[in-house]
């Protein structure tokens, strides 16, 4: 494993590169955690070892205010994270050994990964969304997020949610309200395999439904009775992910 940080417009992104034994040229997957998450998770960890049976180098990287990455928490955007997101698949494609690039991300790292599928279609081999929490832009244009309501034509400076017990900038607002995900599913129509728990109490299940017609060529795999982070069910998301990269 190789650990360092890969520069994107000034913010120093927390990368770790994982390669299996003996690797020449190959596949490598850019996987990336979700909102409050970080590389280091339980799921992230057994969807990277997935990757690494199933012979492909994986690109763990925490994105503006998550994890090691810089920036404040607070004033993370989904901007910000697509422009994060294009420095990484930059850099990717700047690495000798990559044969076929993929990008997996979780719930809002799963929004990113059908955002920059969309933006750069023709890097990628297969783009993998687990979760992906793509109502996002949708429920901030409601006037609601994180489970708190707020006046969605007069976003206040700051929302503080009791629930999740994170607050977080209006700007966060600002941006997921212009957000049209439907766009980039439409740009994109190269293989997508999305995996969702049908328990997911955060991101509804019926999303992951709705962008498996919506793409062009996407399988769903539901992981029946996982909740958002596939608790007590990895091993079954550990099998799909391994699966889709043997087949
Ligand atoms: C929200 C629901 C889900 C939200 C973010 C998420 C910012 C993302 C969850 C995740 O990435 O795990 O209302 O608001």
């Not at 998450?37 to 205010?65: F, P, T, W």
């Not at 719930?107 to 793509?134: E, H, N, R, Y």
Request: proline share 3%.
């Amino acid at each position: 494993m190789e650990e360092f940080f890969i520069n994107s417009d000034g913010i120093k992104l927390h990368a770790k590169l994982d390669r299996p034994e003996g690797a020449g040229k190959g596949p490598l997957c850019i996987l990336i955690h979700g909102f409050t998450g970080h590389m280091e998770e339980e799921h992230i960890i057994l969807v990277k070892d997935a990757m690494l049976k199933a012979n492909v180098s994986v690109l763990r990287v925490e994105m503006y205010g998550h994890g090691q990455s810089e920036g404040e928490f607070e004033k993370h955007t989904l901007y910000k994270w697509v422009t994060n997101a294009l420095s990484v698949v930059e850099y990717a494609k700047s690495l000798d050994f990559v044969t076929d690039l993929y990008l997996c991300g979780h719930s809002q790292g799963g929004l990113l990964t059908m955002l920059v599928g969309g933006m750069c279609a023709d890097d990628f081999k297969a783009i993998i969304p687990m979760s992906p929490a793509w109502m996002i832009p949708e429920i901030c244009r409601e006037g609601m997020v994180l489970g708190t309501t707020f006046d969605a034509k007069h976003i206040p400076d700051r929302i503080f949610s009791e629930d999740w017990g994170w607050g977080l900038n209006g700007d966060y607002i600002r941006v997921a309200q212009t957000i049209h995900v439907e766009d980039e599913i439409e740009r994109y129509d190269g293989e997508v395999l999305i995996i969702h728990g049908d328990e997911d109490a955060t991101v509804p299940f019926s999303y992951a439904e709705k962008a498996e017609k919506l793409y062009k060529n996407a399988k769903l795999v539901p992981i029946h009775g996982a909740d958002h982070c596939f608790e007590g069910h990895l091993d079954e998301l550990s099998e799909a992910v391994y699966s889709f990269f043997m087949n």
